[in-house]
């Protein structure tokens, strides 16, 4: 399994991204699927999952901001990503685990200017 990310870019305060991430290799359906994020300096965090029913849990940092969804017919997990703060400029990683694999993406810096 293969994961791609995309979306990320520069945007002020305030503003939204819509970050992407496919699935090559393998069925998302089959998987639970994160979100995470790692700012310079700090360790990676887990921002949002969302799991093979479609529950879905945040980081109490983006609780009302970020909203995680799967498409499973496009194989693909997005990431919105609304009002954003500085503190959220990252790098972010999509993840897939289950069936014994833990998969990342290569990562897409979101940077957010005040």
């Known amino acids: 399994v293969q994961l791609q990310a995309s979306g990320g870019g520069w945007v002020q305060a305030g503003g939204s991204l819509r970050l992407s991430c496919a699935a090559s290799?393998?069925?998302?359906?089959?998987?639970?699927l994160h979100w995470y994020r790692q700012a310079p300096g700090k360790q990676r965090e887990l921002v949002a999952r969302i799991t093979r029913g479609g529950s879905t849990n945040y980081a109490d940092s983006v609780k009302g901001r970020f909203n995680i969804s799967r498409d499973n017919a496009k194989n693909t997990v997005y990431l919105q990503l609304n009002s954003l703060k500085a503190e959220d400029t990252a790098v972010y990683y999509c993840?897939?685990?289950?069936?014994?694999?833990?998969?990342w993406g290569q990562g897409t810096q979101v940077t957010v200017s005040s």
């Open positions: 290799g393998s069925h998302l359906s089959i998987y639970d």
């Open positions: 993840n897939l685990k289950g069936w014994g694999n833990d998969v």
